[in-house]
């Protein structure tokens, strides 16, 4: 059995610091996400981990 872990929105606002309006905005621009039904979104935090460090900008 495999232990992949789902974020909710709120994890991911306290984990990485993304409110519910930067979250809709990052899907927009292709934040791995999963729609369970209408007003539920979870994450894969596997996913995402890779997904923000693919998207470093170094200043």
Known sequence: MS???F???KQVEQMYGLN????FRARSN???HYKIDVKT???K???LDHWF?????II
């Open 20 to 23: 519910p309006l930067q979250q």
């Open 41 to 43: 979104i979870r994450y």
């Open 53 to 57: 460090k693919s998207k470093k900008v």
């Open 30 to 32: 292709g934040m791995p």
């Open 3 to 5: 232990n992949i872990e």
């Open 45 to 47: 935090k596997t996913e």
């Open 7 to 9: 974020l909710t929105p």
